[in-house]
């Protein structure tokens, strides 16, 4: 029987309990096989098949050259966590699903920028902080996520108090909502990286989003060195 891929998840030391079973059940759906990931556990890619940056608090802005802003909440030994396992899995060729912050990780990474109030930067976007499908979406055309998705308007999810501005090196808009405001990002050639401003894990009732992390297994399956557990 063939391995099933092994995909690494990085999650917040606060919330990653609740957050890792979600994800953990999606890759499983998928055919993958999900290990977490945070401050304080071993993260080395070489033990791994895909990696999954979750969601959580902010990123600094200390990463791009924004400024801070003091209601928000940060997490300095996971921001430089990711931004490694990003920076390296991007060089080495490893998939890569950035959820939420997960997506402005990608970008960040790849020397981007955020915007760190993306409903003052789109004001024309309607402000939601639901796990429940809200945000009307849609994939732009010829995308990799039209591809995975389809190009019917979905229903999303929103968390997020920040969003992409300035697009790193090679990567492209997949997805925007009505405002303008990006709502996932991509590289547009293989290697496989994602980023989507939402929690598909949340949707897992919708066929669109198990695709998401379907693609994700596809792509780590195709370069697969599973290492034992």
Do not use: K
């Not at 931004?83 to 990608?106: D, K, S, T």
């Amino acid at each position: 029987m063939t391995a099933r891929p092994r995909i690494a998840v990085t999650t917040s030391a606060r919330s990653g309990w609740r957050i890792f079973p979600l994800v953990a059940l999606n890759v499983w759906l998928a055919g993958g096989r999900a290990v977490r990931w945070g401050t304080g556990r071993a993260a080395e890619l070489n033990t791994v098949d895909g990696l999954v940056i979750g969601g959580g608090d902010d990123i600094s802005p200390a990463l791009y050259g924004g400024e801070i802003r003091a209601e928000v909440r940060l997490d300095p030994a996971r921001d430089a966590l990711e931004r490694r396992l990003a920076e390296e899995a991007l060089e080495r060729g490893l998939p890569v699903l950035g959820i939420c912050r997960g997506a402005q990780m990608l970008n960040v990474a790849l020397g981007g920028t955020l915007h760190a109030d993306a409903y003052a930067a789109f004001p024309g976007s309607r402000r939601y902080r639901t796990i429940l499908p809200r945000r009307r979406v849609r994939a732009c055309r010829g995308t990799l996520l039209a591809g995975i998705a389809g190009r019917e308007e979905m229903l999303v999810n929103a968390l997020h108090t920040q969003a992409v501005d300035r697009l790193g090196r090679g990567l492209r808009v997949a997805a925007e909502d009505a405002g303008g405001m990006i709502q996932a990002i991509e590289r547009p050639g293989p290697p496989f990286a994602l980023g989507v401003q939402w929690h598909p894990e949340h949707l897992f009732y919708q066929a669109a989003q198990r695709r998401i992390f379907a693609a994700l297994v596809r792509a780590a399956a195709g370069r697969a060195v599973t290492a034992p557990a």
